[in-house]
């Protein structure tokens, strides 16, 4: 399905798959027993270009720095260059005791937003900028926004619902929740993609449809080469699932 993640035409490994990556590997080498991974000083080094043909050998290395704790990189084996592996991203991922984060009412950040988009209108403009996402990468079904914030309503593509037992949150789920973030953007704002993570937690397995909540962060935007917004992700009941990121 990454086939569908082109960026200017070419596929690339979108950031959400290293945060898949990232808490899955954490989890399995941290024994969780019920607790939960947090991904914490997550960075993209460098894009990841995935080939049209042949195959693209992707590694998870994790370095414990305690029973808890762990630091990762994530390597791609190079095409061209027999057991040389370049690092892609980084960061740090831990184990975190299980909680209930406090709800948001919908309904009401629904209603805050004063202008709707519609998921055509949406991909129309990522178009425009390069962003050339094919249909299981098409997860936005409509957005409400205002100056500095966003709401989108999510649902995973029909064509990807058999696949989602493989993940905690399937990326291209996770990668359309994110899109949101971009439709917060300045006016005339150059493309952006995710570059780094603050910190990235999963309170609770999603189901196929969610909401995404996308905040600018007040200060570190305009007129700088990167901005940093926060993004939280809620299931229908707007109570149950939520997810906490800040990230540029």
Request: charged content about 25%; glycine content about 8%; hydrophobic content about 45%.
């Amino acid at each position: 399905f990454v086939d569908d993640h082109r960026i200017f035409g070419t596929a690339i490994l979108p950031a959400a798959f290293y945060l898949e990556l990232a808490a899955s590997a954490g989890k399995a080498a941290l024994n969780a027993n019920g607790s939960v991974a947090v991904v914490e000083s997550f960075i993209v080094h460098e894009t990841l270009v995935l080939p049209d043909d042949g195959v693209c050998t992707v590694q998870t290395v994790l370095t414990p720095e305690s029973s808890e704790a762990a630091s990762f990189k994530i390597f791609s084996l190079e095409a061209e260059k027999a057991e040389v592996w370049r690092v892609y991203a980084s960061g740090k991922v831990r184990i975190a005791t299980a909680d209930s984060p406090k709800p948001l009412a919908l309904e009401e950040l629904r209603a805050r937003g004063e202008e709707a988009i519609s998921a055509e209108t949406h991909y129309q403009q990522l178009r425009e900028r390069g962003l050339d996402f094919g249909s299981r990468f098409q997860g936005v079904a409509q957005i409400w926004r205002r100056a500095g914030e966003a709401l989108g309503e999510i649902q995973l593509p029909e064509p990807l619902m058999s696949e989602t037992a493989y993940y905690d949150i399937h990326p291209a789920l996770l990668d359309a929740c994110l899109q949101v973030a971009g439709t917060i953007l300045p006016p005339g704002t150059d493309t952006y993609l995710p570059i780094g993570i603050d910190r990235f937690r999963l309170y609770a397995r999603p189901g196929t449809r969610l909401w995404s909540l996308a905040r600018l962060r007040l200060g570190d935007g305009a007129n700088t080469q990167t901005l940093t917004a926060d993004v939280r992700l809620l299931d229908e009941a707007a109570a149950r699932f939520d997810r906490a990121a800040g990230g540029q």
